[in-house]
Structure formats: C-alpha cells, structure tokens
C-alpha cells in the first residue's frame, strides 16, 4: 500500500499556491512595468518628435517656403525620421523609413514596426507651420508631417529584466516562506504525533487510554480523541467479554467432561453387578446429555451473534405468531412446571405478529420460561402476558421467586453468569439462556430488561417492533 504524508500533501500544496502567486505577481508587475516605460518611451518619442517640429525654418528663399535645421536638434541614435510638407516636399528623411511613412503619414499617434530585422515605435505628428505671421496676408501656412521612430527594443529587455526580478524574488521568497511553513505544519501536527504514541501503547495487556491535552486542546482533533477513547472502551469490554466467554466456556465444557469421566472411571474401578452398570450407564447418558445441551446452546449463541438481523436473501421478512410461539413454548416446558407443581399462565390481549423466525421466538418464550420456572418455588405460578401497545410488542414473564439482587443486573446477560451457582447447576442452567434471549432481541431490533417486581419475584420486559398482518386464526387466550 502507498504511503500517503498530510504534511508533504500541505507543504506541496502551498508551494504550488505560492508558485502561482508568484507567477501572477510576476506578470502583474510586467504589465504594469510594460505599460510605465511604454508611457515614459512614448513622452519622450513625442517630445523628440515635437522638437524636430521645431526644426523646421523659414527658407531664405520665399518660394521655397520651409526647411529642415537641424543643428540645434538632438536626433536620437539609431533614429528614423521624415519630415513633409503639405506638398509633399521631403525636409528631411533617413534611409529605410519609406515603407513606414507610407503606412503610418495619414495615422496621428504611436505605431510599431520592424525595420531591418529591428523593433521600431514611430510617433506621426501632423503640425502647421506659419511663414510671416506679421504679412498682411496672414503669412503662408504650411502643413508639416512628422514621423519620427526609435528602436523600441531596449523596452522589452527592461520588462524582462523585471519579470527576472520579480521572479527570482518570488521563488526566493516561496522557498523561505515553504521552510517556515514546513516548521510551523510540524509544530501544529505534534498534537496528532501525541495521539497516535497514545494511542501505540495499546496492547492486550493494557487498554488504558487518554487523550493528551494538545489533542483535546486542538477543536480539530478533539472529536478524533474522544472517539478514539470510546471505541477503546467498547473494544475493552469485548475483548474482556470475549476473554470471560472464552473461559467460563472451557470451565463448563471442562466440569461437564470431568463428570463423564468420573463416572466412567468409577465403574471401571471393579466388576459390578449389572444393575450398577444400568445405573452408571444411565447417569453417564445424562452427563453426556448435559453436555450436549451446553455445546448446543453456545452454537446457538454464536449463530446468532454473528446474524446481521437481515434477510440477505432478498426475500420475505421470517415473522410469526408470538402468541403461537409463547404457546408452543409453554407445552415444552409443563413438564418440569408440573414436577414442580407450577402453574403455567399464557395470555394475550390482541395478536401478535413479530419479525422473528417461529424456532426463535419458541426459543425467547421457552428460556424465559424456564428461566421463571427453576427461581420459582414449588406450588407457585409464573404468568407470561403479550400486549400490542402502538408499534411494539410487548411481552413480559413474571414469577413469584425470591427476586435478584441490584449488584447482579449489570451481569445477567452475559454467557455463563449464575447469581447462584450451586442452585443454577443443579437444576440443569447453563447460564446461556439471558444471552441468547438478549441476542434475539438484538436481532430483532427489540430489548430486553429484567427488574424486580414490587410485589416480589422477577418481571421481565421484552419489547419487539410488531409487524401488520391479518392472521388466518386468532388462537384464543390459553390459562
């Protein structure tokens, strides 16, 4: 897998932004440097170009009107120039300008040109020119025609050595600007580095985890940090609950094999009559089925902590009938309630119609009851009730035993927990049940909760989200 780094990712980013800052200010100030020495180049194009404008003289000879002194001129080297007369008389001129003159006499202002291999800015000056001023016929007026150029290159080797300038500064500056930004961006992600050296301390022997106040300080990284802090939690109460589950199972899996094996050791100690194999036989076979009851409770419990509690075939949602499946359950179970001269009471106020599969729910009612059942003393009674209230299923199991203690509810769920073990074992628990109870609700979207009744024994509380079907029958109240 490729390595990707926040603080490269940062750090390249900005040298990008600071790459294209610099360029744009680079061409930003070339613009404006461009635009400053074309008006500067372009003053002093008009003022040569005014000033060849005040070379033109009277001529000593009337008829030849005008001419071109210029003596008194400085002409720019390099420079090309025509001067005409309204006539078309050339004043003046310098070779090579001809083609310019041609296209730019009639175009007052500024024009470019290229002139044997060389950039020329040409300037046209239309200007009149009055010989006599003090004649009585207000003197000749001439109509001079100025076109005066220099070399313009010289102007694009001052921009480009601007835009050097302002380059090279940009760069230089991004680059010490990118070393205090690579500085800063370490300093500022320190709460994080804090977070994660935290956070590689935890190992299976030690899940105690807090946050650093750089990172609980930092708004960005505190949500990280108390989620961080959270999700240790929940994984520490699994992994303790998986640990526990792990060896209250080889402990149960393990007293139950050491019975077996007791027993079979113990009839192969000395010959015994056949009765006494009968009977040792027999109390093997009921080890054996004791055995086989917990493997097949822990199957159960794993089938359906791992079930996602959706139909991922796509088909039908399983429901059935509580009431039917709390019916089902109460036949299994008269037996024991009968040995022990309990009395077993079903009741239901309005069909009830669950998203659960018919063996699951027979297996809810049957360890509820039976769960009811073993706390309950001989002659009494346990009564499970179904009510409809708005979206729910309500199923609650009542008996009439000696209750639980407060410091046992926090554990009633867990697998293999017994408030009373000697009692529980005896009387065949596994300390499955609740467990496998919670899962199903789980499942199903449902809950689960045990208390105290105030008029003594235990109430125990299922809700389940209830499904709108019309039954075929509606199986009356059973007592």
């Known amino acids: 897998m490729k390595s990707v780094s926040i603080t490269r990712r940062l750090v390249g980013t900005l040298l990008m932004l600071e790459l294209v800052s610099a360029l744009a200010l680079a061409l930003a100030a070339s613009i404006h440097e461009y635009r400053v020495q074309i008006q500067s180049f372009d003053a002093s194009l008009a003022a040569d170009a005014a000033s060849m404008m005040g070379a033109v003289q009277d001529a000593e000879d009337k008829n030849d009107g005008v001419l071109l002194d210029l003596r008194t001129v400085h002409v720019a080297r390099n420079a090309l120039y025509r001067v005409e007369d309204e006539r078309g008389r050339v004043l003046g001129t310098t070779g090579n300008i001809e083609p310019a003159f041609t296209a730019f006499a009639t175009l007052p202002g500024f024009h470019n040109r290229k002139i044997s291999g060389h950039r020329y800015r040409f300037y046209t000056l239309h200007a009149v020119r009055i010989v006599d001023p003090a004649d009585p016929d207000g003197g000749a007026v001439h109509h001079i025609t100025i076109l005066y150029g220099v070399p313009s290159e010289h102007v694009r080797r001052e921009v480009l050595e601007a835009i050097r300038f302002y380059a090279i500064a940009g760069i230089l500056l991004s680059g010490v600007i990118v070393i205090l930004i690579v500085r800063v961006i370490k300093k500022r992600l320190a709460p994080v580095h804090q977070l994660a050296a935290e956070a590689e301390r935890i190992n299976s022997a030690n899940w105690h985890f807090h946050a650093p106040e750089s990172a609980l300080e930092t708004v960005e990284l505190r949500p990280l940090a108390k989620v961080l802090e959270a999700a240790l939690e929940r994984v520490q109460l699994s992994f ?136 309950t003393p001989g002659a009494g009674r346990v009564h499970l009730q ?3 209230h708005a979206d729910k299923i309500i199923l609650t199991v009542r008996d009439w035993g000696e209750g639980i203690l407060e410091e046992d509810r926090p554990y009633l769920f867990h697998p293999f927990y017994r408030s009373d073990v000697s009692r529980s074992r005896e009387s065949g628990g596994t300390g499955l049940g609740l467990a496998i109870c919670k899962a199903i609700c789980d499942n199903s979207g449902g809950t689960i909760d045990i208390a105290n009744h105030a008029e003594g024994g235990v109430l125990v509380t299922v809700l389940l989200p209830a499904l709108v079907e019309t039954p075929t029958s509606v199986t009356p109240a059973v007592k």
């Open 240 to 375: 303790e609950q998986q640990k526990r589950f792990t060896n209250d199972a080889a402990h149960e899996l393990k007293t139950d094999l050491t019975i077996v094996k007791s027993s079979l050791q113990l009839l192969s100690m000395r010959k015994r009559t056949v009765e006494e194999y009968d009977a040792g036989i027999a109390l093997s076979l009921r080890d054996f089925t004791r055995l086989e009851d917990t493997v097949q409770k822990l199957l159960t419990l794993a089938r359906l902590e791992q079930a996602t509690g959706t139909n991922v075939d796509g088909g039908l949602q399983p429901s059935c009938s509580l009431l039917e499946a709390a019916e089902e359950a109460a036949y299994q179970i008269r037996p024991f309630s009968e040995l022990k001269s309990i009395e077993l009471i079903v009741e239901s106020t309005a069909p009830a119609f669950v998203p659960l599969p018919r063996r699951e729910a027979v297996l809810l009612c049957s360890n509820l009851l039976m769960n009811a059942v073993q706390h």
């Open 386 to 388: 179904i009510a409809h």
